[in-house]
């Protein structure tokens, strides 16, 4: 799939496969990326709770956002992606555990929902900036008691995911990177149940040549009026590379019937795209009783002690709806973790 002239070549797959992550490399623009397809994990991820669509189609963006990010990670842990906001959907919270496991939930404030739906343009329903306000976006690493957490946070200050995404890659690791997401719901005929499908791509640019990422110096700020702030030239390819990312419709990221081999052909066939194996994406979750005692168990006694009710704790998991009983000696005798 590199070239009409390399021997090694041949015509992308025509079979999209759904709920799998495919790496790609562009060799004729020093880019490389990622493109996600979800279909029924994110159905199986969204069935747990009943959301209104809106929300549905957030929460498909920060999944789709999410396995982008996380599905980079080489080494076991998890990436979390959380936002904690003003707006109508407060909080949202991703966690992918690699190499594959996802899941993921929303809380808004259905009042507020709805009155953003009703001041929304005629015929157009709220953008993702609308329903999540301003706050901000933290995206955690999480390589379990053995190495210390990497969190980053940006500002979200009525924009959307994507646009949060640039600013991160921006500020926090200053490679040059696109992100674009689409979450579709598809109607099915006869009153059945609709499906949630959703598509994104990440492109980052770079070269061997360390000299040619330059980024654009973040704003001074405070400076004093008159300050001059210096122009970065761009470099050609990326430039080349963000004009063919424009072209990319919503349609293109979550059509079932549009492999991601053919979506990239489509894009950067002239230049030479490469893909390699893809990576499965599965919806679980790992809560289990023995993980919700531990967690009980690091909590002060007197805390333990006021979480019992007639006679037995009850928690129940935000990500999958399972519910857990325990019975108040367990919680009251539990042991804290060891040192």
């Excluded at 929902?113 to 929304?120: G, I, N, S, W």
């Excluded at 894009?267 to 679980?284: I, P, Q, T, Y």
């Excluded at 809560?287 to 002060?300: D, G, I």
Aim: glycine share 8%; proline share 5%.
């Amino acid at each position: 799939m590199t070239s009409h002239t390399d021997p090694h070549s041949r015509a992308p797959a025509a079979e999209a496969v759904d709920d799998r992550v495919t790496p790609f490399h562009v060799d004729g623009l020093d880019v490389r990326g990622r493109v996600v397809r979800l279909g029924t994990t994110l159905d199986a991820v969204l069935a747990h709770h009943d959301y209104p669509p809106v929300v549905k189609r957030l929460l498909g963006e920060a999944v789709a956002l999410t396995v982008l990010l996380g599905s980079t990670l080489k080494i076991e842990g998890r990436f979390i992606l959380q936002t904690r906001t003003d707006g109508p959907v407060d909080l949202l919270v991703v966690d992918f555990t690699a190499p594959q496991d996802v899941r993921a939930y929303a809380r808004f404030d259905l009042e507020r929902l709805r009155a953003a739906e009703e001041t929304a343009p005629a015929g157009a329903r709220p953008d993702s900036g609308a329903l999540l306000g301003t706050g901000h976006l933290a995206m955690t690493i999480d390589q379990g008691l053995s190495a210390n957490r990497y969190q980053g946070v940006v500002a979200l200050e009525g924009g959307g995911l994507e646009a949060a995404a640039h600013e991160y890659f921006t500020q926090s690791e200053q490679i040059p990177t696109r992100v674009r997401l689409a979450v579709a719901e598809e109607v099915r005929p006869g009153g059945a149940a609709s499906s949630w499908r959703a598509g994104g791509l990440m492109v980052q640019f770079l070269p061997t040549e360390g000299g040619r990422i330059r980024t654009a110096d973040l704003h001074p700020g405070d400076a004093p009026e008159g300050t001059e702030i210096p122009e970065t030239q761009e470099d050609d390819a990326w430039v080349e590379t963000q004009s063919l990312i424009s072209t990319l419709e919503d349609v293109e990221l979550v059509d079932g019937a549009l492999s991601s081999e053919r979506l990239l052909f489509r894009l950067f066939h002239e230049r030479g795209v490469r893909v390699f194996d893809a990576e499965n994406v599965v919806a679980r979750c790992s809560c289990s009783r023995e993980r919700v005692m531990n967690v009980l168990a690091s909590f002060p006694p007197e805390e333990r002690a006021d979480l019992v009710e007639d006679g037995k704790v009850s928690v129940t998991c935000e990500f999958c709806g399972r519910s857990y009983d325990f019975r108040a000696e367990e919680i009251v005798e539990a042991e804290g973790p060891q040192a």
